[in-house]
């Protein structure tokens, strides 16, 4: 009885496959960061890199499967593990897990924001990248769902209830109005406390806001 032809692995040769990846994955993410998404090219990634232009097609198919591969990246350089550390400590009063997801939020604006930024900017012309970005926005959503929905209640301010204190948080931790107010000359420091501030004011019952000052 014939068989099929084995597969082939050599150890070395997977090891410069992830090398290859990994160079193209950095110096796209560094040309994007500098040129945008709509001014850079495959063929200047591919040049930045030392490969032939067809690998980067070969690697990660075209532009866009490019730019989504650099989204892992944003949960691993914002440490998404200390975030729900932060958020799931006894005792943890809601102020504080206000002031944890804007540590978490400063985090990913400092780091992989350029990361966040490109799939913004991409998702207006291109449907991988906007599926990609709302998946991140969702993704959010559901964490702070999953936030609101624990409190006691009475916690949320009269009137306000999860879906808008959700919609609330859309805007404060929304990538465009981070960087709108930063390109205001604002620090992110103070970014995240002017967001904690507006979080707690706007979604916080004063009684509860009062207890935990």
Not at 14 to 26: F, G, K, M
Not at 37 to 44: P, Q
Not at 106 to 127: A, K, W
Not at 166 to 191: K, M, P, Q, Y
């Amino acid at each position: 009885m014939g068989q099929g032809k084995r597969a082939y692995s050599s150890p070395r040769r997977e090891a410069q496959a992830r090398e290859t990846r990994a160079r193209l994955a950095a110096e796209a993410r560094r040309l994007f960061a500098e040129k945008g998404w709509a001014k850079t090219t495959l063929k200047e990634v591919a040049k930045a890199a030392g490969v032939a232009e067809p690998t980067v097609y070969a690697v990660f198919g075209n532009k866009a499967g490019l730019a989504t591969a650099l989204v892992d990246l944003v949960d691993e350089e914002a440490d998404v593990p200390t975030l729900v550390a932060e958020l799931q400590a006894s005792d943890v009063s809601p102020r504080q897990q206000i002031e944890a997801m804007a540590r978490h939020r400063r985090r990913m604006f400092d780091g992989p924001g350029d990361i966040v930024g490109l799939l913004y900017e991409g998702s207006l012309t291109n449907d991988m990248l906007a599926a990609a970005y709302r998946d991140g926005e969702q993704r959010g959503d559901d964490g702070r769902r999953r936030i609101f929905s624990s409190w006691p209640a009475g916690t949320l301010r009269e009137g306000i209830d999860v879906d808008a204190a959700c919609d609330v948080c859309s805007l404060a931790f929304g990538h465009e109005t981070w960087l709108h107010l930063a390109n205001r000359g604002w620090s992110s420091e103070r970014i995240a406390q002017w967001v904690v501030d507006l979080l707690c004011r706007e979604l916080v019952n004063d009684e509860v806001g009062a207890a935990e000052s």
